[in-house]
């Protein structure tokens, strides 16, 4: 089992920036993707940023540009600057840890931390 802990939401206005971190722990991966994902009210929820333990990314197009996700391997921990925040970027985000060991994968969520953006 992979337990996932999440931190640095908050409550910040349009153009703000915040850093949102999350630790991994437990039965780890080698092969890994950590990644954020987000779900606003009434809506689905959606792919943020990921990042491989060999560091490739990828990120949505809405978030291109001023969101940037980056890890720490030493410390299992994922982190999301997101700069020149929109109120449209209001939503709970969750920390997601996806592992491969042969033929099966394995996913992890965390508890999810709220992010509202406004003046």
């Known amino acids: 089992q992979v337990q996932l802990v999440e931190s640095g939401g908050g409550l910040v206005q349009p153009g703000g920036s915040l850093r949102l971190s999350c630790a991994a722990s437990?039965?780890?991966?080698?092969?890994?993707?950590m990644g954020w994902y987000r779900q606003a009210p009434g809506k689905q929820r959606e792919l943020v940023a990921t990042?491989?333990?060999?560091?490739?990314?990828n990120y949505a197009d809405s978030v291109k540009g001023r969101f940037t996700i980056d890890r720490d391997n030493a410390k299992n921990t994922v982190y999301l600057q997101m700069n020149g925040l929109r109120p449209e970027d209001t939503a709970v985000y969750y920390c997601?840890?996806?592992?491969?060991?042969?033929?099966?994968?394995?996913?992890?969520w965390g508890q999810g931390t709220q992010v509202i953006v406004s003046s």
């Open positions: 437990g039965s780890l991966f080698s092969i890994n993707t």
């Open positions: 997601n840890y996806n592992g491969q060991r042969w033929t099966h994968t394995y996913d992890y």
């Open positions: 990042i491989t333990n060999t560091r490739a990314t």
